[in-house]
């Protein structure tokens, strides 16, 4: 199983960007997913996340400007955020924690991370 990312670059302040994430290999069922981030000499921390068939939550310093999305039938999951600001700058992570479908076992997966810089 891996997440592969996709979307990051540089951006202005007030502009946006779109993260995408693919979750592929031997999975049976995702039970959620979402983005964390992390910015130089800080810990990562939760941007936004979905369970399946829950409800989905935010940071506070996102809320209103990110929004996350899933494609159920293509294991993939988005971010959009919008009216970026420089303290976003981080690298952003996926996470998926899920049942492979080989062992039925419950695994926790990331991906490699995407740079968001913005500027300001």
């Known amino acids: 199983v891996q997440l592969v990312e996709s979307g990051g670059g540089l951006v202005q302040a007030g502009g946006s960007l779109r993260l995408s994430c693919a979750a592929s290999?031997?999975?049976?069922?995702?039970?959620?997913m979402g983005w964390y981030r992390q910015a130089p000499g800080k810990q990562r921390e939760l941007v936004a996340a979905?369970?399946?068939?829950?409800?989905?939550n935010y940071a506070d310093s996102v809320k209103g400007r990110f929004t996350i999305s899933r494609d159920n039938a293509k294991n993939t999951v988005y971010l959009q955020m919008n009216s970026l600001k420089p303290e976003d700058t981080a690298v952003y992570y996926c996470?998926?924690?899920?049942?492979?479908?080989?062992?039925?076992?419950?695994?926790?997966?990331w991906g490699q991370g995407t740079q968001v810089t913005v500027s300001s």
């Open positions: 996470n998926a924690g899920l049942i492979r479908g080989d062992t039925m076992n419950y695994q926790d997966y």
């Open positions: 290999g031997s999975i049976f069922s995702i039970n959620a």
């Open positions: 979905t369970p399946t068939g829950g409800r989905t």
